[in-house]
């Protein structure tokens, strides 16, 4: 691919389009726009240009200037992504829609609210908290991330297992297509086949298919009960296979949080946090809601017996709603901790049926052993959705670590394909796994993907180099 | 478009590739091919040649064939489609799945089931039941319908309030590309952005980007509890306006059906029903399930108590399960019960955001005047999903009946606009509505869809002339 520079004349008309202060150039604060919460050093690429539009008409007026000019145009939300889809590969125009972070229409009578792209996920669930009403996107990120880079990764996150991923609460969303145009798809509809669900379509194509600038999200009244457990075991098996077995009863938890011992024992030192995980080797957090107190006591207690039947160490509940914070807040902080402790590795996404994930983790061990790594496992086990995450060896050279994670990577996502599963859950493949998706996938699915995405955007301009190569 | 005739060669090769007993051409049973649901002389055309493959294999084959030789291929379900979407408008060969109807894999551990798409949805359900299993599902033809139309028009139902469309449960499908490729697309996974959600697009594409033949479906463990209420109010009004505030309690319904007095009538009168309803001129049929059946009944009586506090004439609560038939078959049966009372009518299928239904019903009054027709009026109210339905009166000639049909469709379409709803729910676009579409649709959005026809079917032979033409 050959793009044109970012000349003088094109950032003079971009100021006009978006205003001499919405735009970024030879100005430090570029360097921010250039990476995501992937390695920087592997994956990094600085803008030539910055643009902060505050209206749907700038960003498409910013689109149709790059197709013309042709200069490719990367969308970023909070760059909180842990794939590189925010990063612009090939330089060009960076359009960050921090600034379109307003809230549009709250629709108490449809259960709607309709935000900008740039909206905190924290701020909307506040906001309709407020109202009585739930937002059920949860990602792990939920205190930075935008809903615009969820919508555009289609998050997933700690309420899956029982709400789905962020993709069932779009039921809208104003979309500036590859070319420029704009255009709503969807709408306040439970329902609706009148023609191709684009939007769906939209949500997860990590801002190749166009910019999303607003969403119409479906809201729920919000669970007037919350409960927690924590249960420990003496091994990452007796922990994970619990899993199909809760699934089986009936009830469907909000969300079942696997951490193995190194992982929260990293992410307990971080925090100064004194957890009571004495010998286990692994931990089973689950959550349960609902409206009827009493009920989610009921299912909380069901599934607390069902892992003391069946070898738990210990089950604690949480009474009270900072012991439940603290639970959640040493497997928010996991990533965290491990970048702290180890800054050299590469945190993976894996997602295979349920009942396969017993099957993970002896290959996990294997794979550690032959590659000389540590590979700590968390994640939401109810979906099936492992982050494994392989951490360099302090005592390993840079170029030896490159040379076994990738052949390692290589490995695992056979595995995982085998399994019957897919290499992301809910990070998006971006540049992190551009390289292994051929791999794992059938070709024919991967170029009836490229002949969308041709089809939509005929002179590569939006987002290019993220996925697959055009 | 022009497309080659089915020449005796081509016959030939059609059975060498799905057996002589599995082509019908000159064959009386072709006449059942020629239509579905909608009215025959409306939108009914023969097909050159039907196929009866019974291997995915043999799906392809015929489409390679189709494409080498430019012959359009229209997949066909059970044929109870109610937008004319199976109906080979072209002639060419019809591809009918109904001898691919096998269970691959009931998969307990990972609660999926694998079926052939045409596999009867009741079949399905009994099948799953009969392990503990529920499949939510549930479109009013359930006893006729194939999985695989149910994927093709992302099928919605009497459920969908609490457990959506069909979209939902779809996990994985094989999918037989336009140009005759074989790609299994999702899998047994909760979540999975490893890129483009291929599967969803798929679905409600009313098999023009390709035929399914397997489908992975989520099951769900079968609610142990259901109860069902029948609420009478004097008017269509009154009766509308509670769905919103049921809504607003916290408590999803699986179900709330709207009938009009003329619609229960009909059905009343056809099934020699005697539902004592008085003098009431609207009715809410409502469900709740769950695995409490203190809770199922606790949410029920509110419901109720709700409904008395806004006027409700009568509120029943059926207690036996034949009583719950009985009031489900009432509402089932409507659609069939005004084909006999009239045969000539417009079965209609628009979708508004919920708190908007009570704006839609004026509207069909004034139109019912206007145009000189009944417009009973029932449908899924828990999802905004109405199924107004144009009844011509016996003294209208035909060519005046066409004409106030069309017109009276094109001001509903545009009033439905207005309200911020779409032009089908359920039932999909086909035949039927594709002469309106335009008319209430962004013409971005229309080329967009287009574009994807184009690319994945270039030389336009998969159930060409439905949705929009190419």
């Given amino acids: 691919m050959s793009y044109a520079p970012v000349t003088p004349a094109v950032v003079a008309e971009l100021r006009a389009i978006v205003g001499d202060k919405s735009v970024l150039v030879d100005d430090e604060r570029i360097e921010a726009y250039g990476h995501d919460e992937t390695s ?35 969308p970023r939300g909070a760059g909180s992504g842990l794939s590189g889809g925010a990063i612009p ?59 615009g880079g969820n919508v555009a990764e289609n998050a997933g996150g700690g309420k899956a297992v029982k709400y789905g991923v962020t993709g069932r609460y779009v039921l809208g969303l104003e979309l500036v297509t590859p070319t420029g145009d704009v255009v709503w798809l969807g709408g306040k509809l439970a329902k609706d086949v009148s023609g191709y669900d684009l939007k769906q379509l939209v949500v997860g194509s990590e801002g190749t298919l166009g ?17 927690d457990l924590l249960a420990l075991f003496r091994t990452p098996r007796e922990a994970i296979d619990l899993v199909p077995l ?18 929260f024992q990293t992410s307990c030192a971080y925090l100064n946090e004194t ?40 089950v604690y509940v949480g009474e009270d709603r900072t012991t439940i914070e603290r639970l959640w807040s040493v497997r928010r902080n996991i ?47 109810g979906d099936g959705n492992l982050h494994a995450t392989l951490v360099k060896d302090p005592a390993m050279d840079l170029g030896t670590w490159h040379a076994n994670k990738d052949a390692c990577l290589r490995e695992l996502y056979r595995v995982t394909r085998d399994l019957g599963g897919k290499i992301s859950g809910e990070h ?33 301009v939006m987002n290019p180099g993220k996925i697959f190569d055009v």
């Fill in 211 to 227: 910019i999303v600038t607003q969403v119409i999200l479906r809201l729920i009244a919000y669970p007037k009960a919350a409960s």
């Fill in 335 to 381: 990533a965290e901790a491990f970048k702290v402790a180890s800054p050299v590795q590469s945190l993976e996404d894996i997602v295979v049926p349920v009942a396969r994930i017993p099957d993970v983790l002896p290959e996990l061990e294997r794979l550690s052993a032959a590659y000389g790594m540590q590979i700590p496992c968390y994640g939401h086990a």
């Fill in 89 to 147: 590969s090939f330089g060009g125009i960076l359009l960050s829609v921090e600034r379109m972070d307003r809230l549009i229409e709250l629709d108490r009578a449809n259960m709607t609210v309709t935000v900008e792209a740039g909206m905190v996920t924290n701020d909307l669930a506040h906001l309709v908290q407020a109202e009585g009403l739930f937002f059920a996107g949860y990602p792990m990120s939920v205190e930075t991330c935008f809903i």
């Fill in 428 to 460: 998006g493949i971006g540049l992190k796994r551009k390289p292994f998706l051929d791999d794992v996938t059938n070709p024919v699915e991967i170029e009836l993907m490229r002949a969308i995405k041709r089809a939509w955007d005929p002179a590569n």
């Fill in 275 to 314: 957890l009571p995980y004495g010998e286990a080797g692994a931990m089973l957090l689950i959550e349960v809601d609902g409206n009827d107190a009493a009920r989610v006591e009921a299912e909380l207690f069901a599934i607390g017996d069902l892992c003391e039947k069946h070898g738990a160490l210990e």
């Fill in 246 to 263: 809760i699934m089986g009863q009936g009830i469907v938890p909000t969300g079942i949080e696997f951490m193995d011992r190194l992982s």
């Fill in 40 to 74: 920087a050093e592997e994956y990094g690429h600085l803008p030539e240009v910055v643009v902060l539009p505050t209206t749907t008409e700038q960003v498409a007026a910013v689109v149709r200037l790059a197709n013309r000019e042709r200069i490719p145009v990367t």
